[in-house]
């Protein structure tokens, strides 16, 4: 999935207004020109100053040249084009050639990041010079407080924060952060931030991913279990969130998928009783009710409830009559739009109770 | 209205208009997106000739230039950059071999070469896979790589058990994928990931009514797909959406007569070409995806080449090249 860019040039960054090829410092330098081949299909033509930059930049790529003045001309070759991975993958081999210092390539990067931010090699590169930065192993002795002291992590968190505060939903950012948090360990800070994220956007199902992400520790379903308690809380949660916004599909996904991997019980014996109480109150039942949402997670629930009742046929059907109700009322009515898919499902129920 | 499966008539497909556009794309040396896409050329190319050839038009291109320009962005650790003198990267490495097999010259490069490139990029520990020497990880290399090893008959080279494993990681509570573990899901990684796990024969990991679900709740009201919750529709999702979707064996789980009408409104019916949505303008990108999204939904104006879900190319190319087999291994309760 590679998407074209949005990028321009930059001229605050640029050394000189003088061509390159009339400054002192590149006078030792032969540009090589952009090799277009013989082929029509994909001739190159480039802007002038960008040409020329790139030009020299051949020109040192192709001797090797591990050199100040290399690193700042991939620098901007970057800035201009960040999409041009081959100036990032020749900035990081002179950045270590040169042992220059890791922080302040951090700070460069903050400096360009605004231009680039759907980049995906700028946020490889971040990642990468952070764990040259700080070894996770060298802090594993460290309490999560006491990590969240060290400037380096502070200070990615920071850059992360203010690029999910600019674009709320960006999927680099969000995985970035999931990279620091999983790197170090720090999961506290994280769920508060999660919880900041939902109340500034209870819509944001990047940061509802990431209070799964949190609640879990990223750990496989197999692995985490998730107790009554904890249960318990994240349904309340969720049901604080839904009445801010019933027809909101995030909240919706997230407790139904959270239970139905690590308690599928809770589903039919904590979360159903605690929906059907908001449909029936007066503020909310008329929003609830009519949220494709609503019915859609009663489908999940009855169906989960009547495979646990395997045995007792004559309450399995009526758990299943339910199921097959609210997927009619889908299909007619509150999600026409998908009405092949609920006539599915209403279909699978019965050849489910069948058995 | 929800009944509605046939695709509309209202609007048509302007199938010269979009054969113009990608012909032209060549000649616009003075416009700025032109050298700022040099690194994803080969992209670009494979763009407009999947375009091309779903409109039955895969003589528009000039092959033979295709092919010299394909063969000089190999480099020499067998791996293709983005253009010539760019660094190899799988992304394009994917790009330039799909372009091969659609011109039918794929004996003009060294398959071993090709191979062992891809195979050098799976950590031998973790089975995952990186899109370059650099190292950087994601559902859709661990695709790549397989698709790219399947055109060479040579998947066992690498631990395939390591890369399903890594897919099905990366498997959310929603039932959709994300860029690795933990990542939300996105409708792009999922197609990406369902084809990765068709290849391998593994399709049998997915949750397929909940992720079917999952993917048909992509549509909205004007008939076209969004890529996650909350986000606004985008012509490219007719493809990864409706890719997935065709995996699955549900792509009729979207109204797919407003589907095609959403496309259809975001053709440019002056230069030719698609956008991501009405008013916007058209780029290459999406006009590929959406040209591919109108043929798995069945538009029925125009006759247009059928595409194979898992390749993105034609299936007529896809069966040359024996490679239909996926749609034989899925798994048995799917059938």
């Not at chain 1, 951090?106 to 090699?121: A, F, G, P």
């Not at chain 1, 969130?241 to 995030?250: D, G, Q």
């Not at chain 2, 010299?68 to 650790?77: G, K, R, V």
């Not at chain 2, 089975?127 to 661990?142: C, L, M, N, P, V």
Request: hydrophobic letters at 40%; charged letters at 25%.
């Amino acid at each position: 999935m590679v998407r074209i860019v949005d990028s321009e040039l930059d001229q605050e960054d640029l050394p000189s207004p003088l061509p390159m090829s009339e400054q002192e410092e590149w006078s030792d330098v032969v540009p090589i020109p952009q090799d277009d081949g013989r082929h029509p299909v994909c001739p190159i033509a480039y802007k002038d100053d960008y040409r020329e930059m790139t030009d020299y930049f051949r020109a040192i790529m192709a001797a090797g040249e591990v050199s100040q003045r290399a690193f700042d001309l991939a620098g901007r070759v970057i800035d201009a084009n960040a999409a041009h991975y081959t100036a990032w993958v020749y900035r990081k081999k002179l950045l270590l050639d040169l042992g220059l210092d890791i922080s302040s390539e951090l700070d460069w990067v903050s400096r360009i990041s605004e231009r680039h931010i759907k980049n995906y090699q700028l946020w490889h590169h971040r990642g990468a010079l952070l764990e040259l930065l700080l070894d996770p192993k060298g802090i594993a002795d460290k309490t999560q407080d006491e990590r969240m002291q060290i400037p380096a992590i502070r200070r990615e968190l920071q850059f992360v924060g203010e690029v999910i505060d600019k674009d709320s939903k960006n999927f680099h950012a969000w995985s970035h952060r999931q990279f620091v948090v999983r790197l170090y360990g720090i999961w506290d800070q994280e769920m508060a931030y999660v919880e900041t994220q939902i109340n500034q956007d209870v819509r944001n199902n990047s940061a509802w991913n990431q209070r799964y992400f949190v609640l879990t520790a990223n750990q496989p379903a197999d692995v985490f279990v998730l107790t009554d308690d904890v249960a318990d809380k994240e349904i309340a949660y969720v049901m604080d969130k839904i009445k801010l916004a019933p027809n909101n599909e995030s909240p919706w996904s997230y407790i139904v998928g959270l239970l139905m991997r690590h308690a599928p019980n809770m589903l039919y014996e904590r979360l159903l009783p605690s929906i059907n109480a908001l449909a029936a109150a007066d503020e909310y039942a008329l929003a609830v009710s009519s949220t494709p949402f609503f019915w859609s997670a009663l489908v999940d629930i009855y169906e989960e409830q009547a495979k646990a009742l395997a045995g007792a046929e004559q309450q399995q059907a009526e758990v299943m009559a339910f199921a097959s109700e609210a997927c009619e009322s889908l299909a007619t009515k509150y999600d026409p739009i998908r009405a092949k898919y609920w006539e599915y499902r209403k279909q699978t129920l019965k050849t489910a109770s069948a058995c | 209205m929800s009944q509605a499966s046939d695709p509309v008539k209202s609007e048509i497909l302007l199938v010269e208009k979009h054969v113009e556009y990608v012909k032209s794309l060549d000649k616009k040396h003075d416009e700025i997106e032109y050298w700022m896409t040099e690194h994803l050329r080969v992209s670009g190319v494979y763009w407009g000739a999947v375009a091309v050839h779903l409109l039955g038009r895969g003589d528009a291109l000039d092959r033979d230039g295709i092919i010299a320009y394909i063969l000089s962005c190999q480099n020499d650790d067998g791996g293709f950059g983005g253009h010539v003198g760019h660094d190899s990267h799988i992304l394009y490495t994917m790009s330039a071999v799909q372009l091969l097999v659609m011109y039918d010259a794929l004996d003009k490069i060294e398959a071993k070469r090709v191979v062992d490139y891809v195979a050098g990029l799976q950590d031998k520990v973790t089975g995952e896979i990186s899109g370059d020497s650099w190292g950087e990880k994601d559902t859709r290399f661990a695709y790549i790589s397989l698709a790219i090893l399947s055109f060479f008959d040579a998947v066992d080279t690498i631990d395939v058990g390591g890369v399903v494993s890594y897919v099905q990681k990366s498997m959310n509570y929603d039932g959709g994928f994300g860029s690795g573990p933990g990542g939300e899901s996105h409708a792009a990684q999922v197609f990406t990931c369902l084809a990765a796990l068709a290849i391998a024969g593994r399709l049998d990991i997915v949750d397929r009514d909940r992720l079917s679900g999952w993917l048909a709740e992509r549509q909205l009201k004007s008939g076209g797909l969004n890529g996650r919750p909350q986000k606004l529709e985008d012509v490219c999702y007719s493809w990864w959406v409706l890719s997935s979707l065709k995996i699955l064996g549900r792509v009729h789980w979207v109204d797919r007569s407003r589907l095609c009408g959403f496309i259809l409104s975001a053709q440019d019916p002056d230069a030719g070409g698609i956008a991501d949505r009405p008013g916007d303008i058209a780029d290459v990108y999406h006009t590929c995806f959406g040209i591919a999204g109108l043929s798995l939904a069945g538009y029925s104006d125009c006759p247009l080449v059928e595409v194979d879900p898992v390749y993105c190319m034609p299936v007529a190319v896809i069966e040359k090249a024996g490679l239909r087999g996926w749609a034989s291994r899925l798994p048995k309760e799917w059938k």
